[in-house]
């Protein structure tokens, strides 16, 4: 589990994200994508001596301010459900490689998913 | 002791500290101390169970965090703490408001400190 899908599996939760010049934003999280940038509502912003407060309906955050985002214990429990989820849809990506195996001699897709549809393509 | 192997790429070497209790120094001063459940190629960090440890003096206190996730950037270095050395010696345990207060004390004191140093810089003592 990487330290991104369990940002996303965090979606609609609350978090609270510090950034790098120390003001802490705490919110219900809509969105995050691949570079950490999210997308808050209803959020609390905390200056960084913890002595100004202020509340705005919604926030996007760049990902490269943020210092560390706290995410509720039970989301840890949530992906461990949806990584499960996902290893029960497996099986059926094995087909995929044939397409591919003219043009790379089917080592690409052979290492990854189902080593049956890959490999076939070379020249049986 | 036992001799520990190199790791042959610096990438491989979090992957050997997984599910271990690490110390986090972050650029700021923190200290995170947490197990380690997962990582990136940017040693961004999840640690489950973490708490911020605030040393002042002769005391520090524990300030339990839960669940967090940091951007690798803001790493300074990490590394495994001994079960058994994991207090620091010498030092006594005080409770969360009482460290928070010692470490607000401490800055002021910085900041005072700081302002008399920049008012003596005119006297250009050596």
Redo the contacts between chains.
């Keep these: 589990m990487l330290p991104l899908s369990l940002l996303k599996t965090a979606q609609g939760h609350a978090v609270l994200v510090e950034l790098k010049t120390g003001e802490t934003y705490n919110g219900h999280m809509v969105m995050c994508d691949t570079w950490m940038n999210i997308h808050l509502r209803e959020v609390i912003c905390t200056s960084k001596d913890g002595d100004r407060f202020w509340r705005m309906p919604e926030a996007y955050i760049r990902g490269n301010t943020i210092k560390y985002i706290r995410v509720p214990d039970e989301v840890i429990d949530k992906v461990q459900e949806e990584n499960f989820r996902r290893d029960e849809k497996r099986p059926a990506s094995g087909g995929r490689g044939r397409g591919r195996g003219g043009a790379f001699g089917g080592r690409g897709e052979g290492g990854r998913g189902g080593p049956e549809g890959g490999r076939g393509g070379r020249g049986v | 002791m036992e001799l520990l192997q190199e790791p042959s790429l610096p990438g491989a070497a979090l992957a050997e500290e997984l599910d271990k209790k690490l110390l986090i120094q ?1 650029r ?1 001063g923190r200290k995170i101390l947490g197990i380690l ?4 190629q940017f040693a ?3 640690l ?1 169970g973490a708490i911020e440890r605030i040393i002042v003096g002769e005391q520090y206190g524990d300030i339990p ?7 690798g ?2 790493v300074v270095l990490l590394g495994e703490v001994d079960p058994a050395h994991e207090v620091p010696r010498g030092l006594t345990q005080i409770s969360e408001a009482a460290i928070r207060q010692a470490q607000k004390a401490e800055k002021e004191l910085n900041k005072l400190k700081a302002t008399l140093r920049s008012r003596m810089d005119f006297l250009d003592l050596e």
Aim: no cysteine; hydrophobic share 40%.
């Design positions: 972050l700021d459940r997962s990582f990136d961004n960090l999840v489950e965090l839960g669940l967090q996730l940091i951007r950037e803001n």
